[in-house]
């Protein structure tokens, strides 16, 4: 049985993830694909334990580098009990997050080295990497006044705009070294016009995969 596809999607919060997310995937099961959804943290029951700790304000402050062993711990545990078994069962996987959201929160946010957060990432899940990224882009200040709408602000939600300017700039330089596997879409416009990109984004991947297999 052939690989399926691994794609994950990454951006800033209030950029829409969850929304576009599911016109991607609408897309591929119209075409035909089975597709396997998960998000990060979280994925499973543990997994989405971990979740709950980092996301929520405790009265307890977390270093930056417990933060970041919390992200690879939950990682670890999605990608051996949902990702690896998707894939290798043909299966495409969709992901709301994967380590791209480490390199750019943990690393460009909070400043931990990058060639540390590489290092564990090798050790986590080795080859299990997206073979397609969706970055949906918007300036900070965009992205923070939509995510203001959601509800109560979580731990990460809470962080100045200075820190989701720095986890942007990361994206951007992490799309810019790697153009064969990004895919950036501007996310700041309407709704639908960006909903129309992310389905043709799918569409194109659909006939690129099929061309290849």
Same mark, same amino acid.
């Given at each position: /049985? @052939?690989?399926?596809?691994?794609?994950?999607?990454?951006?800033?919060?209030?950029?829409?993830?969850?929304?576009? $997310?599911?016109?991607?995937?609408?897309?591929?099961?119209?075409?035909?694909?089975?597709?396997?959804?998960? %998000?990060?943290?979280?994925?499973?029951?543990?997994?989405? %334990? $971990?979740?709950?700790?980092?996301?929520?304000?405790?009265?307890?402050? /977390?270093? !930056?580098?417990?933060?970041?062993?919390?992200?690879?711990?939950?990682?670890?545990?999605?990608?051996?009990?949902?990702?690896?078994?998707?894939?290798?069962?043909?299966?495409?996987?969709?992901? #709301?997050?994967?380590?791209? @959201?480490?390199?750019?929160?943990?690393?460009?946010? +909070?400043?931990? !080295?990058?060639?540390?957060?590489?290092?564990?990432?090798?050790?986590?899940?080795?080859?299990?990497?997206?073979?397609?990224?969706?970055?949906? #882009?918007?300036?900070?200040?965009?992205?923070?006044?939509?995510?203001?709408?959601?509800?109560?602000?979580?731990?990460?939600?809470?962080?100045?705009?200075?820190?989701?300017?720095?986890?942007?700039?990361?994206?951007?330089?992490?799309?810019?070294?790697? !153009?064969? %596997?990004?895919?950036? $879409?501007?996310? @700041?416009?309407?709704?639908?016009?960006? +909903?129309? +990109?992310?389905?043709?984004?799918?569409? #194109?991947? $659909?006939?690129?995969? %099929?061309?290849?297999?």
């Amino acid at each position: /049985m @052939s690989r399926g596809l691994f794609v994950s999607f990454e951006g800033v919060e209030g950029v829409g993830k969850s929304t576009q $997310i599911a016109a991607f995937i609408e897309t591929l099961k119209d075409a035909g694909i089975d597709v396997v959804q998960t %998000r990060e943290p979280g994925g499973t029951p543990n997994a989405e %334990r $971990i979740r709950n700790i980092l996301k929520d304000h405790a009265d307890e402050s /977390m270093p !930056p580098v417990a933060e970041l062993l919390l992200m690879f711990a939950a990682r670890a545990i999605n990608t051996a009990n949902t990702i690896r078994p998707a894939i290798e069962a043909g299966n495409w996987v969709v992901a #709301d997050r994967y380590t791209d @959201s480490t390199r750019a929160y943990q690393g460009g946010g +909070r400043g931990q !080295p990058m060639d540390r957060i590489n290092a564990v990432a090798e050790w986590v899940h080795g080859d299990i990497n997206p073979d397609i990224t969706v970055l949906l #882009d918007a300036p900070a200040e965009v992205g923070l006044a939509r995510a203001s709408g959601r509800g109560e602000a979580d731990r990460f939600e809470t962080e100045a705009v200075a820190f989701f300017e720095a986890v942007r700039a990361t994206y951007l330089d992490l799309a810019a070294n790697e !153009p064969e %596997r990004f895919i950036v $879409i501007d996310a @700041s416009d309407a709704l639908e016009a960006v +909903r129309e +990109r992310v389905r043709q984004a799918a569409s #194109d991947l $659909i006939n690129r995969f %099929r061309e290849v297999r």
